[in-house]
């Protein structure tokens, strides 16, 4: 393919060329980004400050004028509704566009050394659908009687009209919820089928970037388990617009032999993969930066890309764990278990690697090197603290209190979003021709990192101290009595987590208008993408480039004058 | 005040073990007041203490590295790839002392808690049998009647949100609720068991001291869901006694000096089951 005059609506808007279509999914991902940590910071408000109404920073003169409860006041409808979008934007809005959409897109053709994706209109396609359903879920803020409001598990029957939320709000949240797994689904067929058959020659599957493994078990994982709650979404869909009840029983069911349960295993059996779907990308991403700013291989690359094989293996297997007090048969109980606790050979395996990989190297602490170096500390943690929930005992205690909401912030939330940022300033010269400022980038590492590790810990302190979930007002039970004043401290770090990121959208934008032009290869990094010249052209190699080299060929003695040797270069 | 948390926890952090702070946490659970509520502190302490100390390793190891290993002027990295057959058994000898030392004794003592105690029902005749049925947003009970049987003329029903059990004695709950999903959550008691449309769920607990105790709906079931709140008193035997022959009495049941001002959600006019005998 070769540099064509095309028009501004095919470069830029209906373009089938990756890093293109990777950039969009990056702006959308950011977008989303704000808006659900804005929801964020809504619901510290309300839950230190209950009842009382938003301040003009929180838009208190824009937001809920027509609330029940009082002008500009959060009340318990807004906040159900609030908690329920929240979690959704996060994990399917802002987390997997930016690690598998924009990552995925703009880093798989580079990385493997290919032209483009192996269907580059499915790839359009992809963003597209995600982008109409980005418009669904929009709208749903548009009805009068608001958003869905089930939790962003939305267990039926209170998802379904028997539920007794009022409006069509999950019915939006279904239709934008299947979109979006349709979006991903195109997404996960194209980058497989790409990885499988355009690599570069020389490009074995050991020689791929751990990133691009990351990506590739992700979509390993969507292409097996969205399918299975896209199936369970078109159910539900069915229960709310179609008047069937596969997902009602008991004393509201009019219509015999529906199973609320069903809904749960399906929505877990897709859920707990979900997990890996958005760490994975993240677990490559830090592993190559570890090695690029410790100028040295990654150690035990092929111990650390097996084990990541064996958690995609196990993450199917272990859904169990969410449903221990469901009133699940012993024995089932116990297998769930075992197998949730198999999972932390590889990761101890992982963290092992990682350790290796920072052993007798020249560590350079660069702004992506501070955020991968905290992957470490907060899935550190985020992993650990699984433990409590895979033991059913437990479990038994912890289960639906703020302790699982900790956890999963820590992992799903802190180490993704952690292993996103280092991506992003690592990459951000390739994909914008700029530097972003490191200044800002180290404030912003600070004011991120600090910050969410008080408000997520003590989360889990609240947990462990029987605060249970998705409550509105903790103050109606006498004994969270003692666990009420954290929640000042929690909100007022909130706030500054939020500022944080404001300095970060701050920086990205300036950098790309006003940064710091960037050499080829800032970093001196040594996988295919830094081989090219920025603007990279519809097309990106010149010729398709031969592979000699591993992808962390670093400080190898038999190269003189630098450290780093690309991955198309002879020895 | 928040900063007064934030020191205690500090201290807490520093001096512990033995003393009142518990393992990592500066804000202790609810006081236990069950007979087995001690398996699962004991299993959470356990944890602490294990996540404590690989988690410390890692985080010391990294800073020293970081320290030791910083690039500087004179200093080069080793090209070392770590991919030899000393280092994967080094890597996978690891991943099993991890696996042993943390999985196979949690889950040692999450089985034998299990079989000993939460999944081990008590049967004979002294054991007290409790109807659940949650609906949006408040709790139903339902006790035997001199009968013995559920789901009769002489079910005892206290008022809507109040449940009474006496002290030093088993109880048995079989639980279903009305319209959604929600769960039965006693953090005095470290149990909780959902109640799922469609099917009966069952747990048991037992108190070991008289007082006061709140029941909590862990599982979101609509707007209300957080002041969904039970009243669970743990009486003497006599007291409990007492307190059935009130119920047995005509008309209202009387209402307990505690619990919440809210009106009645409307109790369905009927409800309850035959006991189910093996689940
Ligand atoms: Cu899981
Ligand atoms: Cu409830």
Redesign the pocket.
């Known amino acids: 393919m070769s540099n064509h005059e095309q028009s501004f609506m095919s470069k830029y808007i209906f373009s089938t060329d990756h890093k293109v279509i990777g950039k969009q999914f990056l702006w959308l991902g950011i977008f989303f980004l704000m808006f659900g940590g804005f929801m964020a910071m809504l619901i510290r408000w309300s839950l230190s400050h209950n009842m009382q109404p938003l301040p003009w920073w929180l838009l208190g003169d824009i937001l809920y004028q027509n609330s029940p409860v009082g002008v500009g006041i959060i009340g318990p409808d807004a906040y159900n509704q609030l908690f329920t979008m929240h979690g959704t934007i996060m994990i399917f809005w802002a987390i997997t566009p930016i690690l598998t959409g924009a990552f995925g897109n703009f880093l798989i053709p580079l990385q493997i050394g290919t032209e483009d994706m192996a269907f580059p209109k499915l790839n359009m396609l992809s963003f597209w659908t995600m982008f109409l359903a980005s418009i669904v879920l929009l709208a749903s803020y548009l009805l009068p009687t608001g958003t869905a409001a089930g939790g962003w598990t939305s267990y039926p029957p209170l998802s379904t009209p028997v539920g007794g939320i009022p409006g069509y709000g999950q019915v939006y949240w279904t239709l934008a919820l299947t979109l979006a797994g349709t979006a991903t689904l195109m997404g996960a067929v194209n980058y497989i089928t790409t990885i499988v058959r355009f690599r570069a020659p020389g490009m074995g599957y050991f020689k791929m970037p751990l990133s691009i493994w990351g990506l590739f078990l992700t979509s390993i994982l969507n292409a097996l388990f969205v399918p299975i709650i896209a199936a369970g979404l078109i159910v539900l869909l069915l229960d709310l617009v179609a008047g069937t009840q596969f997902l009602v029983a008991g004393q509201k069911a009019t219509i015999p032999g529906g199973d609320p349960l069903l809904y749960q295993h399906i929505f877990?059996i897709f859920?707990?993969p979900e997990?890996y779907i958005l760490i994975l990308p993240g677990w490559g991403v830090v592993s190559d930066l570890l090695s690029v700013f410790s100028r040295k291989p990654a150690f035990g690359y092929k111990m650390t890309a097996l084990s990541m094989c064996t958690i995609t293996a196990l993450?199917g297997l272990?859904?169990g764990?969410?449903m221990y007090t469901t009133g699940m048969s012993p024995l089932l109980g116990k297998a769930f278990m075992f197998l949730?606790l198999l999972i932390s050979i590889p990761s101890s395996i992982f963290f092992l690697n990682w350790l290796g990989t920072l052993w007798k190297g020249a560590i350079k602490l660069e702004v992506p090197m501070l955020f991968a170096l905290s992957v470490m500390w907060v899935f550190g943690l985020g992993g650990l603290t699984?433990l409590y929930?895979a033991t059913i005992t437990a479990d038994i205690y912890l289960h639906d209190t703020y302790f699982v909401v900790g956890h999963f912030h820590y992992t799903m939330a802190a180490s993704v979003l952690f292993g996103g940022f280092a991506g992003i300033y690592f990459w951000f010269p390739k994909m914008f021709g700029k530097r972003m400022n490191k200044k800002l980038g180290i404030i912003h590492f600070w004011m991120s990192f600090i910050p969410l590790n008080i408000v997520f810990f003590n989360m889990m302190v609240m947990g462990y101290a029987g605060h249970h979930r998705r409550i509105f007002d903790p103050s109606v039970f006498e004994f969270l009595k003692p666990v009420l004043q954290l929640n000042d401290l929690m909100t007022t770090f909130a706030f500054l987590l939020g500022i944080g990121q404001l300095i970060f959208a701050i920086n990205f934008v300036f950098s790309i208008i006003k940064g710091k032009k960037a050499e080829k290869n800032p970093w001196g990094a040594s996988t295919l993408e830094w081989t090219v010249d920025y603007p990279i052209p519809h097309g990106n190699f010149e010729s398709i480039p031969t592979v000699y080299n591993g992808p962390h060929e670093y400080s190898n003695p038999k190269v003189k004058n630098r450290d780093w040797i690309s991955q198309s270069e002879k020895i | 005040m928040s900063f007064q948390n934030t020191w205690r926890w500090f201290k807490c952090t520093t001096k512990k073990i033995g003393g009142k702070c518990w393992g990592i946490w500066f804000l202790d659970p609810p006081k236990d007041i069950s007979l087995d509520g001690y398996r699962i502190d004991n299993v959470i302490q356990y944890t602490d203490g294990v996540i404590l100390f690989y988690f410390s390793i890692v985080v010391l190891l990294m800073i020293y590295f970081l320290i030791r290993y910083r690039s500087r002027s004179g200093h080069k990295a080793e090209y070392i790839h770590g991919n030899s057959k000393k280092y994967v058994i080094f890597s996978l000898v690891m991943g099993m002392l991890v696996f042993l030392t943390v999985d196979v004794v949690i889950e040692g003592m999450a089985f034998k808690d299990l079989k000993e105690a939460f999944w081990n029902f008590p049967k004979g005749p002294n054991v007290v049998r409790v109807e659940v049925m949650p609906q949006q947003f408040a709790w139903n009970f339902r006790y035997a009647g001199a009968d013995g049987e559920f789901g009769n003329e002489d079910d005892l029903i206290p008022a809507q949100n109040q449940m009474h059990i006496p002290v030093n004695t088993p109880v048995v709950i079989q639980i279903a609720p009305y319209d959604v999903i929600h769960s039965f959550f006693i953090p005095n008691f470290r149990v909780k068991v959902d109640a799922t449309p469609g099917m009966i769920n069952t747990m048991w607990f037992q108190a070991t001291e008289t007082g006061n105790f709140e029941i909590a709906c862990a599982e979101l079931c609509g707007n209300s869901h957080y002041r969904m709140r039970g009243f669970l008193t743990v009486d003497s035997p006599a007291d409990y006694q007492k307190w059935l022959n009130s119920l047995e009495e005509e008309g209202e049941p009387e209402e307990d000096d505690w619990g919440d001002e809210d009106e009645d959600e409307g109790i369905p006019t009927y409800w309850g089951w035959a006991w189910k005998e093996s689940i």
């Open positions: 877990w859920g707990h997990v993450s272990v859904w764990h969410h949730t699984g929930n």
